[in-house]
């Protein structure tokens, strides 16, 4: 399976998790479209980047398009993605999982999209000189532990912890104010995103 950090390498999309207890009143499009906008989330040229949102509490979820990937990832398919892979999962509890492997299905298509296979990962090299070898899997070992993190805290603290760090973020920013953690490819993106999506609850 390819990795999803080597995904804005290979394709400069980006697809980003957030996780937030409650949207507290805010229209769950609305709030899904003021992320993948503030963030930046894809390329900005491309306009590629996925959000997959989760709000806990209020029992829904949403996967936000960008323009660039709306072929790829047209609302019927987000919904049955959603169907398929991810509500089975949210209504039992298991949010960790609903959230793996929803993005695992996007992001096979993000990669069909893009004409890759999963062999094409192991002909990518680091774009990092030689001598910073260690660096780089300094930074592959904090990324995923940084993942481990975030899904220990959803399972085990419904957000909380990562629901604070956000607040404080967006604390002297405007925008979206709901919180949550989250985690996603490589940075470098800026895509203004909005070319779809679907909803679902449960």
Known sequence: ML?????????????VVITIDTLKGQPLEDFSLK???????????KNNGVLILLVVKDRKSR?????????????????????????????????SKGILEGYKAILLEVYNEYGIKPGDIKNISPQTPASNTETSKNNSFLTVLIILLILIDVIFFKGR?????LYVIFSDRRGPRGGGGGFGGDSGGGGSGGGGGSSRSW
Not at 35 to 45: M, P, S, V
Not at 85 to 92: A, L, N, R, S, V
Request: no cysteine; hydrophobic share 35%.
């Open 63 to 95: 996967i936000e398009v960008g323009y660039g990937l709306e072929g790829a990832l047209p609302d019927g398919k987000t919904g049955r993605i959603q169907d398929e892979y991810m509500i089975p999962y949210y209504k039992e509890g298991n949010f």
């Open 161 to 165: 912890i990562l629901n604070f760090i």
């Open 35 to 45: 992320i993948l906008r503030q963030w930046g989330i894809g390329d900005k040229q």
């Open 3 to 15: 990795f999803y950090s080597k995904l804005y390498q290979l394709t400069k999309a980006q697809i």
